[in-house]
């Protein structure tokens, strides 16, 4: 059987088309790539994709609904459309401590504005002031503050003082922000991360204008530089292994040459080829083609084909779940299916009761537990 990608995909343009011609260069007819269509979604609908590639989900919330549901069908959505509604910065920070990854000092500010349909009630479990003087020492400045569930580097500032803290702080409004210790670094890298086992690092240096990051060098050397690209591929690893992410960078700022992870938490990351160049977009279009392709050969109809990440399955205790046995269907058993006319009264009760409601399947298989 022809096992069908997708990838869903918002104002780029340069790496989902490429990305679709790879997978149907190297699909050879047995896996094949298209721009995701949607024409309605229906609850508990199988619309066929094995793979599906989100590239932009965070921006639309009824894309997100939408790749929930593929992926409770057996779709193998990337990301994980559940873990990503989940995640934030502050969180990833706090798991990658834990693992023994370094991190900048980091502390969570309440937003600077209560957030909608709140009053100073909603806030009673909140120290005022918060102790300040704590959180300036621990983290020191100059500092960075960005939001605490970011990106795209918006909203994030540098600030060298509490006065340029306080000042900025007022200006993000309802974000719940993240205060940071800066790292000074002597080498910057992007690591793309694929399947939780391809791993690409580029050299980058924010510093420098916009069209110019990626085109940097490795100031380490030596032996010294061996070490620091086999730690920062083992982090990336060991990060994306724990969130459960397939497709995503992590971004570490080396200080005396420990690297320090700034930002993993990016889903959708950047892969166009002028901002990241030929070389990586080479590098990401084949290895992201090639891991769909594994994807959709490993893909089991009915079964969750979604990856989940080391921390939430060592969180839960394993239970089995019961796919798909009554009413789930594909979507064109469902056009088939379908109740021509609703006003044929007679007709409907009937498809109800031989049918059964989608809710009464579920709930029956929820008791048999
Ligand atoms: N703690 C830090 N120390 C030094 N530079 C930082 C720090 N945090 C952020 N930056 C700089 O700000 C940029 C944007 O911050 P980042 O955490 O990557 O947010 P975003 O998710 O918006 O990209 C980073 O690429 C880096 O150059
Ligand atoms: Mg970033």
């Given at each position: 059987m022809i096992k069908k990608v997708g990838i869903l995909f918002g104002m780029e343009d340069t790496y989902p088309w490429a990305f679709i011609d790879k997978v149907n260069e190297l699909g050879k007819g047995e896996v094949i790539a298209e721009a995701v269509q949607i024409d309605k979604v229906q609850q508990g609908?199988?619309?066929?994709?094995s793979v599906i590639f989100d590239r932009i989900s965070q921006e639309v919330p009824f894309y997100r609904a939408y790749l929930k549901n593929a992926s409770l069908m057996g779709t193998a959505v990337i990301n994980n459309p559940f873990w990503w509604s989940a995640d934030e910065k502050f969180f990833n920070n706090c798991l990658s401590m834990e693992m023994g990854i370094p991190v900048p000092k980091t502390v969570l500010l309440p937003s600077n504005t209560r957030p909608d349909?709140?009053?100073?009630?909603?806030?009673?479990?909140?120290?005022?002031?918060?102790?300040w003087e704590y959180m300036f020492d621990y983290i020191g400045f100059p500092a960075y503050m960005k939001p605490?569930?970011?990106?795209?580097?918006?909203?994030v500032y540098r600030v060298e003082n509490s006065e340029q803290l306080f000042e900025a702080h007022k200006e993000t409004e309802q974000l719940v922000m993240m205060l940071q210790e800066e790292i000074v670094f002597d080498d910057y890298f992007r690591v793309y991360c694929l399947g939780q086992k391809y791993v690409h690092i580029m050299p980058y240096?924010?510093?420098?204008p916009f069209h110019e990051r990626y085109v940097s060098n490795i100031k380490a050397t030596g032996e010294s530089r061996k070490k620091l690209l086999k730690t920062v591929h083992d982090y990336t690893l060991k990060l994306n292994q724990a969130l459960g992410y397939d497709f995503n960078t992590v971004e570490f700022a080396v200080r005396d040459g420990v690297p320090y992870a700034i930002d993993f938490c990016n889903p959708a990351p950047d892969a166009d080829i002028h901002s990241v160049g030929q070389e990586n977009f080479d590098w990401i279009v084949e290895h992201s083609a090639k891991y769909a392709i594994e994807k959709a050969k490993a893909h089991k109809p009915g079964q969750n084909n979604t990856s989940w990440g080391g921390f939430l399955r060592n969180s839960i205790a394993s239970t089995t779940r019961k796919v798909g046995k009554v009413n789930l269907k594909t979507a064109a058993q469902a056009k088939k299916t379908?109740?021509?006319?609703?006003?044929n009264k007679k007709k409907v009760a009937k498809a109800a009761t031989v049918k059964k409601a989608p809710a009464k399947t579920k709930a029956a298989t929820k008791s048999k537990k």
């Amino acid at each position: 059987m022809i096992k069908k990608v997708g990838i869903l995909f918002g104002m780029e343009d340069t790496y989902p088309w490429a990305f679709i011609d790879k997978v149907n260069e190297l699909g050879k007819g047995e896996v094949i790539a298209e721009a995701v269509q949607i024409d309605k979604v229906q609850q508990g609908i199988d619309y066929g994709y094995s793979v599906i590639f989100d590239r932009i989900s965070q921006e639309v919330p009824f894309y997100r609904a939408y790749l929930k549901n593929a992926s409770l069908m057996g779709t193998a959505v990337i990301n994980n459309p559940f873990w990503w509604s989940a995640d934030e910065k502050f969180f990833n920070n706090c798991l990658s401590m834990e693992m023994g990854i370094p991190v900048p000092k980091t502390v969570l500010l309440p937003s600077n504005t209560r957030p909608d349909n709140t009053s100073e009630t909603s806030f009673r479990n909140l120290k005022g002031p918060l102790d300040w003087e704590y959180m300036f020492d621990y983290i020191g400045f100059p500092a960075y503050m960005k939001p605490h569930d970011g990106g795209g580097w918006k909203s994030v500032y540098r600030v060298e003082n509490s006065e340029q803290l306080f000042e900025a702080h007022k200006e993000t409004e309802q974000l719940v922000m993240m205060l940071q210790e800066e790292i000074v670094f002597d080498d910057y890298f992007r690591v793309y991360c694929l399947g939780q086992k391809y791993v690409h690092i580029m050299p980058y240096d924010p510093r420098k204008p916009f069209h110019e990051r990626y085109v940097s060098n490795i100031k380490a050397t030596g032996e010294s530089r061996k070490k620091l690209l086999k730690t920062v591929h083992d982090y990336t690893l060991k990060l994306n292994q724990a969130l459960g992410y397939d497709f995503n960078t992590v971004e570490f700022a080396v200080r005396d040459g420990v690297p320090y992870a700034i930002d993993f938490c990016n889903p959708a990351p950047d892969a166009d080829i002028h901002s990241v160049g030929q070389e990586n977009f080479d590098w990401i279009v084949e290895h992201s083609a090639k891991y769909a392709i594994e994807k959709a050969k490993a893909h089991k109809p009915g079964q969750n084909n979604t990856s989940w990440g080391g921390f939430l399955r060592n969180s839960i205790a394993s239970t089995t779940r019961k796919v798909g046995k009554v009413n789930l269907k594909t979507a064109a058993q469902a056009k088939k299916t379908a109740v021509k006319s609703p006003i044929n009264k007679k007709k409907v009760a009937k498809a109800a009761t031989v049918k059964k409601a989608p809710a009464k399947t579920k709930a029956a298989t929820k008791s048999k537990k």
